[in-house]
């Protein structure tokens, strides 16, 4: 992280990727310049909170013309670290880990999937998508050879914690937590979490709620 990025609030930082993938759009469209409240209406955000966003980046647009999308796209990126590769090892070879190590969009983004890990003998030593499989014991041997820079943690609740710890100890500080459980990290690390039955859950409750279709 750069001595910037330490000065931008993490609410801010959640919602660069998402700037981010709406200026590729733009991109794709052949768009030059967007205004902040197009790029609000595709964020999802009010255009007050896009530009109040994009001032920790220096980026102010131009009145009456809004912001170039070519280099304000190029300016998030290199804030995010996205103008190179950050490769990433995957704690769990069961039917999540496989899954996620078959995503292409990982590598096609700057996240290339170095190793899977597992401490499943039989697995280990094999490859599933074209990725090899390590014991957990490999893992500070591979971050220094693969420059694993990110470890994705898809084993079951009650290994989590224990992922974590030997990930951090490896010298992994980037961890994405999908095991459904609350695991902690020490300062210096950086947790993410996805929790997909917490999600299906809050869909749950608008669906449980939602208005009758109308007869």
């Known amino acids: 992280m750069t001595d910037g990025a330490r000065h931008i609030p993490e609410a801010?930082?959640?919602?660069?990727?998402?700037?981010l993938r709406s200026l590729a759009e733009l991109l794709d469209e052949k768009v030059t310049t967007v205004s902040s409240e197009r790029l609000a209406e595709m964020a999802g955000v009010n255009a007050a909170k896009v530009r109040k966003d994009l001032s920790?980046?220096?980026?102010?647009?131009?009145?009456?013309?809004?912001?170039?999308?070519?280099?304000l796209a190029f300016q998030m990126s290199r804030e995010l670290g996205l103008t190179h590769d950050w490769?990433?090892?995957?704690?769990?070879?069961?039917?999540?880990g496989q899954a996620l190590a078959n995503y292409g969009?990982?590598?096609?983004?700057?996240?290339p999937v170095a190793?899977?890990?597992?401490?499943?003998?039989?697995?280990?030593?094999?490859?599933?998508?074209?990725?090899?499989?390590?014991?957990?014991?490999?893992?500070?041997?591979?971050?220094?050879e693969l420059g694993i820079s990110i470890g994705i943690i898809a084993t079951p609740a009650v290994a989590a914690q224990g992922?974590?710890?030997q990930l951090v100890a490896a010298g992994i500080k980037s961890i994405l937590n999908f095991a459904p459980t609350v695991i902690t990290v020490p300062e210096g690390a950086f947790l993410?979490?996805?929790?997909?039955?917490?999600?299906?859950?809050?869909?749950?409750?608008?669906?449980?709620?939602r208005a009758p279709d109308p007869v």
């Open 56 to 71: 920790y980046l220096g980026s102010y647009g131009t009145r009456g013309v809004g912001y170039e999308v070519e280099y």
């Open 192 to 209: 993410r979490k996805v929790d997909l039955a917490l999600e299906l859950q809050v869909l749950s409750f608008y669906q449980e709620h």
């Open 105 to 111: 969009g990982f590598t096609e983004r700057g996240f």
């Open 87 to 96: 490769p990433v090892a995957i704690v769990g070879a069961g039917n999540l």
């Open 12 to 19: 801010t930082v959640s919602r660069l990727p998402v700037y």
């Open 115 to 144: 190793c899977l890990i597992d401490a499943d003998v039989d697995k280990v030593g094999s490859r599933i998508h074209g990725v090899q499989v390590h014991h957990p014991d490999d893992l500070p041997h591979l971050v220094e």
């Open 163 to 165: 992922v974590a710890d």
